[in-house]
């Protein structure tokens, strides 16, 4: 990770230490390598990974410090360990990010494509990432609740709620990544908010560092 990206990332504001960035440095050599046998992202994306895969799963940091009103941290109180479930996550967005930023929280990768679990298994080894837990299966079939459930380019909200949403505690969060068309996204949405007796908690806007404007957006919601 270059000095240009570790400052666009206080944007979030993360501020890496050496040892942190050693690893987001060693992630993506290896993630790159992995794609080259298996297509995880597009070939032309590989040149903007940090800017449009890492820098935008590490965006929940928006959430956890940037926000007037106050969030419960992501890092253990007391005893008890948070999790946090990733729907859908592919090629392993936001999830291994955020693993590796929160060393504390536990995260876990969910997919039903075994051969995309297999390679976040392989990165999870190479990374030696102690708190990611790979699960391959079905959303439905997932009997846990967590802290926080996140989605990143699934399904529309009013199809990807119904996953999520029974999937936490209550009192978690929902942190859906979604692009600029946030308002049709609810509007299409409200029957199942309603149904599901959740709100909508926060939506948080921020930009991708790419040469053209690339909007993005945090809708948070909470049980």
Request: aromatic share 8%; with cysteine.
């Amino acid at each position: 990770m270059n000095k240009s990206n570790i400052k666009t990332l206080e944007q979030l504001n993360i501020v890496l230490d050496v040892n942190k960035t050693d690893i987001f440095d060693k992630y993506v050599r290896i993630f790159l390598q992995k794609n080259s046998h298996i297509n995880l992202i597009s070939k032309n994306d590989e040149k903007i990974l940090f800017e449009k895969h890492i820098f935008d799963s590490l965006a929940i940091n928006l959430f956890f410090k940037l926000s007037n009103t106050p969030h419960p941290s992501p890092l253990p109180q007391g005893a008890r360990v948070k999790k946090l479930l990733d729907i859908g996550t592919g090629g392993g967005f936001p999830a291994i990010p955020i693993a590796i930023l929160y060393e504390n929280l536990n995260v876990s990768p969910l997919d039903s494509t075994r051969k995309k679990i297999n390679v976040i298994e392989e990165i999870k080894s190479e990374l030696g990432l102690k708190n990611l837990f790979p699960i391959c299966e079905r959303a439905e079939n997932i009997r846990e609740t967590y802290d926080y459930v996140t989605t990143r380019a699934v399904a529309p909200l009013k199809i990807i709620l119904q996953y999520a949403i029974p999937k936490l505690k209550k009192g978690g969060y929902f942190i859906a990544y979604k692009s600029k068309n946030v308002q049709e996204e609810l509007k299409e949405a409200q029957k199942t908010i309603k149904s599901l007796r959740v709100e909508l908690f926060d939506i948080i806007e921020y930009t991708l560092p790419l040469d053209e404007i690339y909007e993005r957006n945090l809708i948070i919601f909470r049980k």
